[in-house]
């Protein structure tokens, strides 16, 4: 009997591992998807706009518009800018939620109370002055096309994002800040950098060519650890600002 006992026992824990391994796969592949689909849309908008990136977000207008939808309650997933470009996958927002940041893991942003994104943009280096909070320090920077793209293999355009502020859970973000942040004519490292690796210590990234891959933490460094944000490279080239020597 209690050998019996032992076996089940042991069985039922590899059951148990196996469901919450396939589990994360899945949610690991519905998240690449996701980010699949919005680096698609992102060049169908720019098809139509000349090459040009989409905006990060116009915070002038109330409600705010952003990449992704308006800042209102209920949250207007329709009034994103690719909202046009992904269907009835851009009506509900499922599309711009990582299935691995379910809401209540986070604080949520702004006046929605369901849920926006926590998926970042690259707006930082492809639309400077339509990135709210930044715009006024980085506007005279150009906005970008994706014919002046010189490494779109490497360039970070949309992924896994949180941002850590203050005590307690971390709030959701459509921002991918770069590691350095610039201002008065210099860089100074950014501390709330939003890269956030969620899946197992893995982040999903969607790069300017349209491939999706995993970056693993342990290729990037961890500046808050409790919400497991960061950032990859050792400076801001080649992945969020390649040009910033530049500036």
Request: charged fraction near 15%; aromatic fraction near 0%.
């Given at each position: 009997m209690l050998v019996v006992i032992g076996i089940t026992s042991a069985l039922g824990a590899l059951m148990?591992?196996?469901?919450?391994r396939g589990r994360s796969m899945a949610r690991d592949v519905v998240c690449v998807n996701n980010l699949r689909q919005l680096g698609i849309a992102t060049k169908l908008y720019a098809n139509a706009w000349d090459g040009h990136f989409p905006p990060l977000g116009y915070w002038k207008?109330?409600?705010s518009r952003y990449w992704w939808g308006r800042n209102s309650n209920p949250t207007d997933y329709e009034s994103g800018f690719l909202a046009p470009y992904l269907g009835t996958a851009g009506k509900d927002g499922d599309v711009y939620?990582?299935?691995a940041q379910p809401l209540g893991t986070y604080r949520q942003e702004g006046a929605a109370k369901t849920p926006t994104t926590t998926y970042g943009y690259n707006g930082y280096f492809l639309c400077p002055e339509a990135t709210p909070g930044y715009a006024d320090r980085i506007k005279q920077r150009p906005w970008q096309t994706f014919q002046s793209i010189q490494n779109p293999s490497q360039l970070f355009m949309y992924a896994d994002a949180l941002l850590p502020w203050g005590k307690g859970k971390a709030t959701n973000t459509s921002f991918l800040d770069p590691p350095f942040l610039f201002n008065r004519g210099g860089w100074s490292r950014n501390r709330t950098t939003t890269l956030c690796f969620r899946h197992s210590g893995k982040a999903n990234v969607c790069f300017a060519?349209?491939?999706?891959?995993p970056i693993s933490s342990s290729a990037g460094t961890i500046v808050s650890p409790e919400p497991q944000t960061g950032y990859v490279g050792e400076n801001?080239?080649?992945h969020y600002v390649p040009d910033w020597e530049e500036w």
């Open positions: 148990i591992t196996a469901v919450s207008e109330h409600p939620q990582c299935p060519d349209g491939h999706v891959e801001n080239a080649p």
